[in-house]
């Protein structure tokens, strides 16, 4: 038996959510920063969940965003089960909607879902009844990355965007494997609602001009565009969801020769990096790939916000838990 989805009780996507309701998201994890980009260390904070219970189902690997989970409910008293796919019944042909229904039936008040399937999360919000929280479905969307990535820029900008989250006049670049990427859907989403000028940057196969219809602009020449980037995310290559058909060549991102070429015409080189804005933040969702679609240097530069991307994770997670959980 299904039925229709409420998208102020769950978290599907971003699509879904008004711009104010990204904003009020983006001000609950920031009254949970401690200023540094930590969660704050507030007894009152850690008992705001207690007695609840948030499972996270991980049927595709993770090491951000499940890490992040379980420290956002533990953060707020919750307790927290990991299930992943290996390890699970779902190894004997149980489906993902029989897995969930289970765990909903054991008492579980929060299901967080990733699958390499687009739509899972939606499917199963359709089944049980406690909130599900999309983790990362296939190439749809990634919500609360596209939020983390909101709030680490914003807190990167600052000048008062750190509170409002109001990115108009912003350019951000998104380079790369656009096309296989729920993280560069769900950023796409999140910043053009908060105002930024978003442009997707990537060979014509993996940054296809049908993006447009997201809101976005679409460029497949990084070299003529950097130079008006307050931004840039870069994006791993998938070459694990190409597919055997989807090289040009074996091993060679699709629409180039080589990763040769890939590299020289859209990683971010230090030479690259050299040429953007001063002050221009520079980003990645991870997991990264160094020395391929960003040079380690420019990962570690004083501009990268990288690791400020994860702490957020943290804080954002604990804001979406606490407002679905109603603490
Ligand atoms: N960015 C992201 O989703 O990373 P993980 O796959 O490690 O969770």
Known sequence: MTHAIDHSRNMIDLAGQTRERLVSLLTLARSFDDCTGMPKQDAELRARLSGKSVCNLFFEDSTRTRVSFSLAARNLGAGITNLTGPGSSVTKGETLVDTALTVEATGGHALVVRSGAAGAAELIAKHVHVPVIN???????HPTQGLLDVYALAAALGGGRESSFDLSGITVGIVGDIVNSRVARSD?????KLGARVIC????????RSLEVLGCEVSSDLDAVLGELDAVQMLRIQFERHGSGGSDKPGSPPGVGSVREYRSLYALTERRAGGMKPGAVIMHPGPMNRGLEMDGTVADGPNSVVRKQVSAGTLVRMAVLADLLGG
């Open 135 to 141: 983790a990362g479905d296939g190439a749809h969307e």
């Open 201 to 208: 940057v990537g060979p014509a196969p993996l940054a296809p």
């Open 188 to 192: 796409i989403i999140a910043m053009t």
